[in-house]
């Protein structure tokens, strides 16, 4: 079965201050690993995908097979990156459907 | 981008009448759709995938009869909740595939309410 973990549910830190978003996974098999941003009262969007390999409003995200990992990061956090962000995965095991982690909460204070 | 509707975005409805949330690609064509439940707070949880032409595919512990699933065209998904029960109050949220680009696209969710 495939699981998606992000371990914080929220996570604090003031403008400017480096973030990472943690998120491990299992699955047997190659998987598609993606970030997905939702702000406040806006809908669910893709922020990046790991194949993609780019750079999208400062962050990025590096699969670590070994680690089985793909976390999130930025160097230095903007009030506006204050969100909700979901991790997901997508396999052909399964369908290619997305298989969501918890979600993790980031709160950029000023 | 593309761009996935949802209808109602909000209704609010009494304990055992019947609600259709409808789901739609505006700009392009998407085989499968998907539907989603977030509880406050929490994460999306799939209810089922639905193709279009053919029945829907139900995860573990959704109620096909409860929750019931139409994709009769391209563009459009709907979900039934019957006979609905306050603890069916949500946000339901749908979205679609878009096979050229092979990427999900979310529709902005609807929230029920039973009373």
């Known amino acids: 079965a495939q699981r998606v973990t992000q371990p914080e549910k929220l996570l604090s830190v003031f403008k400017g201050a480096p973030v990472e978003l943690k998120c491990n996974y299992s699955?047997?098999?190659?998987?598609?690993l993606f970030w997905y941003v939702q702000y406040s009262r806006q809908r669910l969007q893709l922020l990046l995908r790991?194949?993609s390999r780019e750079s999208i409003k400062g962050f990025t995200a590096d699969l670590n097979k070994g680690e089985t990992s793909f976390h999130l990061k930025k160097p230095f956090a903007q009030e506006e990156d204050s969100a909700m962000y979901y991790c997901?995965?997508?396999?052909?095991?399964?369908?290619?459907?997305?298989?969501f982690g918890g979600g993790t909460r980031l709160m950029v204070k000023p | 981008g593309a761009v996935v509707s949802q209808h109602p975005s909000w209704v609010i409805c009494k304990s055992g009448t019947s609600v259709k949330i409808e789901c739609r690609s505006l700009?392009?064509?998407?085989?499968?759709m998907f539907w989603y439940r977030q509880f406050p707070k929490q994460s999306l949880m799939l209810m089922a995938t639905?193709?279009?032409?053919?029945?829907?595919?139900?995860e573990q512990g959704v109620e096909k009869d409860k929750f019931l699933i139409n994709h009769a065209s391209l563009t459009l998904s709907t979900l039934t909740v019957t006979s609905a029960h306050p603890e069916d109050s949500s946000f339901y949220i749908c979205?679609?595939?878009?096979?050229?680009?092979?990427?999900?696209?979310f529709g902005p969710g609807t929230r029920l309410t039973v009373t």
């Open positions: 979205s679609a595939r878009d096979l050229q680009r092979y990427e999900q696209y």
């Open positions: 699955y047997s098999g190659s998987p598609e």
């Open positions: 790991h194949i």
């Open positions: 997901a995965l997508s396999g052909r095991n399964a369908g290619n459907m997305l298989t």
């Open positions: 700009d392009f064509q998407a085989t499968t």
């Open positions: 639905s193709n279009e032409g053919s029945k829907a595919t139900y």
